[in-house]
């Protein structure tokens, strides 16, 4: 059964830092890839997508990459600000199925 | 803008009380899913559908039940609710033609059952 790791499960920053947020799947057969951020009390807000044929995906400071030869990817943030202040959670699904398995966040605290 | 709405934030229900949880979805998905978040359980899948009609048990389905009449909406059903039940739920969408493939999330309703 897939299982999926994010390591820490916590950090603390100073703003301004440039920091790596890790996650990894026991079956590295990942098809799709999603990372995801979560206010407190809030919905899951989806911030990058990388499909089977990608290896990584950008937009604005955020850089996510996957390495399906180890089941592994990691989500870089650059320049951090108070405002990245939430839970990050990665998801991926594997072949022949549409349903994403998560791991359970890493919780992220950028201080001022 | 596109959007998953659940149709409450914050819910409050006595023990043994049916419940109620709709998911609408206005982007035609084939795909939705109901999910519920634990604090060291991370999110885990209640029930799901890939179309009108259908519908399949996740991983933790006992004590609820699903139902999807309309394509845009799929609504979660607790026939007696319990205070283990006390949870964050997520109603989540997809199509399997949208490359690449992801979930759309909605704001999750916060049912606490006393």
């Known amino acids: 059964k897939q299982e999926v790791t994010q390591i820490p499960a916590a950090l603390s920053v100073p703003e301004g830092e440039n920091l790596v947020l890790n996650c990894s799947f026991t079956d590295s057969a990942i098809y799709n890839l999603q990372w995801f951020r979560q206010d407190p009390g809030k919905g899951l807000t989806s911030l990058l997508l990388i499909q089977s044929s990608q290896r990584e995906q950008t937009s604005g400071r955020l850089n996510a990459s996957l390495d399906k030869s180890s089941g592994r990817s990691t989500l870089y943030i650059a320049a951090s600000q108070p405002g990245d202040s939430a839970t990050y959670l990665c998801a991926g699904t594997t072949s022949g199925t549409y349903k994403y398995i998560f791991g359970t966040g890493t919780r992220l605290k950028v201080l001022a | 803008d596109v959007k998953v709405t659940q149709s409450s934030r914050y819910l409050v229900k006595r023990t043994g009380e049916k419940v109620f949880l709709e998911c609408v979805q206005d982007m035609d998905h084939e795909n939705m899913f109901w999910y519920r978040q634990d604090p060291g359980l991370g999110l885990r899948l209640i029930y799901f559908s890939y179309d009108v009609k259908m519908k399949e048990k996740g991983d933790i389905p006992e004590g609820y039940s699903v139902s999807r009449e309309k394509k845009e909406r799929f609504s979660l059903i607790l026939e007696s609710a319990s205070t283990n039940q006390t949870s964050m739920y997520l109603c989540?969408?997809?199509?399997?033609?949208?490359?690449?493939?992801?979930?759309?999330f909605g704001s999750g309703t916060r049912l606490t059952v006393v």
């Open positions: 989540a969408s997809s199509s399997p033609a949208q490359v690449p493939y992801g979930y759309t």
